[in-house]
């Protein structure tokens, strides 16, 4: 059985690209090297609230921020039409293997726990604030308080994908405020 805890959202579905099924993804792992690794590469759309398998049959990249998907048999557009706006979502097994220089977009880890360098729990990450000129996760505590941390990639210490969870040096003082 399918299990959403088994997989991790990386994406949105945006607009239809051409009339032969392609669709544009606004997603925040590079899925080149797996296409080429995999005989058979599924993703998972939500919908109605549940995750459906969907073979990918290509994968292109369109401009710097966006991809171009073609589904098997997902071959007009029309039927791309009807996946427009569903969340995209990937195993966690594969997500074991991607390096982390691949993760494109920090959205990847919203929902994970988030720790200070020494282990001790924060709280969880909600959302990415990016409006600005320094990149914050919005971090939700144990009080239900929202905390802005400034993302410093070299301040990240680990990211343990299985567990959802990521470490990172946290600027003196900045809890406090």
């Not at 399918?2 to 392609?22: N, S």
């Not at 308080?145 to 959802?164: F, M, S």
């Amino acid at each position: 059985m399918i299990e959403q805890k088994d997989f991790q959202q990386i994406g949105f579905l945006g607009k239809i690209h051409g009339v032969r099924g392609e669709i544009t993804a606004d997603l925040n792992v590079d899925l080149s090297e797996l296409i080429e690794e995999e005989d058979k590469l599924f993703l998972m759309l939500e919908i109605n609230k549940l995750l459906v398998p969907f073979r990918l049959e290509s994968y292109r990249p369109k401009g710097a921020e966006l991809s171009l998907l073609k589904f098997h048999k997902i071959d007009t557009k029309e039927k791309a039409g009807k996946l427009q706006g569903l969340r995209v979502w990937l195993s966690k097994e594969y997500l074991e293997d991607v390096s982390e220089d691949l993760i494109t977009d920090w959205r990847f880890f919203i929902d994970y726990n988030f720790f200070d360098d020494n282990g001790t729990p924060i709280g969880q990450i909600i959302d990415i604030e990016d409006s600005t000129a320094n990149i914050l996760f919005v971090v939700r505590n144990n009080c239900n308080k929202e905390i802005l941390i400034p993302i410093i990639p070299e301040n990240v210490t680990k990211v343990d994908q299985d567990n959802g969870y990521i470490y990172m040096i946290i600027p003196e003082g900045l809890l406090d405020l």
